[in-house]
């Protein structure tokens, strides 16, 4: 699964956008997550993402923690979640 | 209370599935040397907003199957969606892409994905767009929607390539200025004889003479390589805007 | 379901059958891909050191300066990624397991299996009998120069028999167990062991 051409450098959570949609209901990019590590909040589309073609592995910019990490293997999709500590996804009543 | 503001809430109504449609090639244009935008058909398309993208498959006669995202580069419109792809050395699927590819042509697409980096004209502005190289696509779809529900949200794209033959889009861009749109580009390489813009990397100073002051509180979207994007974000922070103004795509490493 | 659309004239890269070098569904590249979990450490030879555990015990730690003084290996290996890229003939320059298990006063794994502990965070295991008989070295330099930062410099694992993921990047930490505990992809689903020839990349190949 080809988050991005060449694995170089980081990319961020608009690119695992798809696999997480593989997962949940609703986009998750816009969702707050905080992390686990240090308590830092940032909306998911907004933080780097590690992992190229392997999987997605989501850190929080202030600690470099994995608040997520994502790999779509044949048998399924792995999610990791112990890195974060809440998340956030803004919906109206 | 997380301390977001003006955060689009997600539609509550859980949008289908995301699953794969069959795209056609309409038509091929060739936006630069290096540079392609498909026009696709797509009858069962949903419908999306600026910003978002698609993921792509590819499959080959032999079952063998790449995937990749591609931001989309159209305004919302029922049955049509325009990628632009930019075809990397050694790139699988965009040399395909913006190589082989012709119309008739068919692949999968699944999307509209995204809804952290997306502009709708309801966010209102002022808009500051900030691109670098290919990230300029869903930037392009954002300025494009601005255009074409005509409101009078003044909007800047500042712009950056490596020279004049690399600018995407260079036509329409050309014809886009007035009516509170404002284009600016520099060319960070070569600049062609005669050239009186910009022609640096951008860099704060030029961040804050293009941009608008952090008092107009602009919807600020910066899209391109990560070293760029994470660069023009921490300036825009120092210079004033508000961080969750800010929204951020970092794209592949284009043409290093 | 039906049948995905073929992409007319979409060929993908080289795959199997390519030669007797190259493991099933890999292609041939001769630049050198960079693929990281996280992001790459600034290197601190002053306060580098890497250790051996037995389970939590210590039974060797050595300075980047007493690491250099250790017998060296030079090996020409080929390499196989996960992610499909295979490179032919790399060089490679470091200390073999086999000789630092022997500076720490061992003729054998006090334990049959190793988890791997690297800067940041990132781990990976492998049984010990892949890593003794010059099956495993610590590498510090690649194709005649010290390894790059991006590549896992100061020093990384190298086990060329498996799959690359398992050449940790940024070594600090190896740390013998008696039962087998998967690392960082491991626990995503990726093959405990990842034998490139047998094509193990995902759990349950």
């Known amino acids: 699964m080809g988050l991005q051409q060449n694995d170089m450098l980081p990319l961020d959570g608009n690119a695992a956008g798809g696999l997480l949609r593989e ?54 999709l792995f999610l990791d979640m112990h890195g974060a500590r809440r998340l956030f996804v803004a919906m109206p009543p | 209370m997380p301390a977001t503001e003006a955060v689009p809430a997600s539609d509550p109504t859980p949008p289908p599935r995301l699953r794969w449609m ?27 907003k600026a910003g ?19 931001s989309i580069a159209s305004p919302p419109r029922a049955g049509m969606v325009t990628l632009t792809v930019e075809r990397l050395e050694d790139g699988e699927v965009s040399s395909y892409l913006a190589g082989d ?156 | 379901m039906s049948e995905p659309p073929v992409s007319r004239g979409f060929r993908g890269r080289g795959r199997a059958g390519q030669s007797v070098r190259v493991p099933p569904g890999q292609h041939l590249v001769t630049d050198f891909p960079v693929l990281s979990a996280g992001p790459t450490p600034e290197p601190d030879l002053a306060s580098w050191s890497f250790a051996l555990e037995d389970g939590d015990s210590p039974i060797g730690e050595w300075s980047w300066a007493q690491f250099g003084a250790l017998p060296q290996t030079d090996i020409t290996v080929d390499i196989h990624c996960v992610t499909t890229w295979s490179k032919l003939d790399t060089r490679w320059r470091g200390v073999s397991i086999d000789t630092l298990l022997e500076a720490a006063g061992l003729s054998e794994p006090p334990g049959p299996f190793v988890l791997v502990h690297c800067e940041g965070g990132y781990t990976t295991n492998v049984p010990s009998e892949d890593l003794v008989d010059r099956k495993g070295m610590i590498a510090t330099h690649f194709g005649g120069e010290p ?14 028999h498996l799959y690359f993921w398992k050449s940790a990047k940024w070594v600090r930490k190896i740390q013998f167990l008696d039962s087998e505990q998967p690392g960082f992809w491991e626990e995503l689903g990726y093959h405990i062991y990842g034998d490139p020839w047998r094509e193990q990349r995902y759990a349950g190949d």
């Not at chain 2, 063998?64 to 995202?69: C, E, H, N, V």
């Not at chain 2, 580009?185 to 005669?194: A, C, I, K, V, Y």
């Open chain 2, 52 to 70: 978002q993208h698609v993921d792509v498959r590819l499959t080959a006669d032999d079952g063998y199957q790449a995937q990749r995202s591609y």
């Open chain 2, 22 to 48: 069959t795209a056609e090639v309409r038509e091929v244009i060739d936006e630069t040397p290096r540079v392609r935008s498909l026009v696709l058909h797509l009858p069962e398309w949903p419908g999306h």
């Open chain 3, 147 to 160: 390894l790059h930062p991006e590549h896992g410099g100061p020093a990384r694992l190298l086990v060329p």
């Open chain 2, 101 to 256: 590819v012709r119309a008739g042509d068919k692949f999968e697409l699944r999307g509209p994905i995204g809804g952290y980096f997306v502009w709708t004209p309801v966010l209102g502005g002022p808009l500051f767009l900030v691109a670098g190289g290919s990230g300029v696509v869903p930037l392009m779809a954002m300025l494009r929607q601005r255009i074409a529900t005509n409101t009078n949200v003044p909007a800047t794209l500042l712009y950056s390539s490596r020279s004049f033959d690399d600018i995407i889009y260079r036509a329409e861009l050309d014809e886009i200025g007035g009516q509170g749109v404002t284009v600016v580009h520099t060319l960070t390489r070569t600049q062609p004889e005669g050239w009186r813009g910009l022609s640096r990397r951008i860099d704060r100073a030029m961040l804050e003479a293009t941009g608008f002051a952090p008092s107009e509180r602009p919807r600020i979207f910066i899209c391109g390589p990560t070293p760029m994007v994470e660069a023009a974000a921490r300036d825009l922070r120092d210079l004033g805007h508000a961080p969750s103004l800010i929204k951020t795509e970092r794209f592949g490493p284009t043409g290093r």
């Open chain 1, 23 to 76: 997962l949940f209901a609703l986009d998750l990019t816009n969702a707050e997550i905080t992390c686990g590590g240090c308590g830092a909040s940032a909306p998911i589309g907004a933080i780097r993402v590690y992992g190229g073609t392997m999987g997605a592995v989501l850190r929080c910019a202030h600690c470099d923690t994995a608040v997520l990490r994502i790999a779509h293997t044949p048998a399924g």
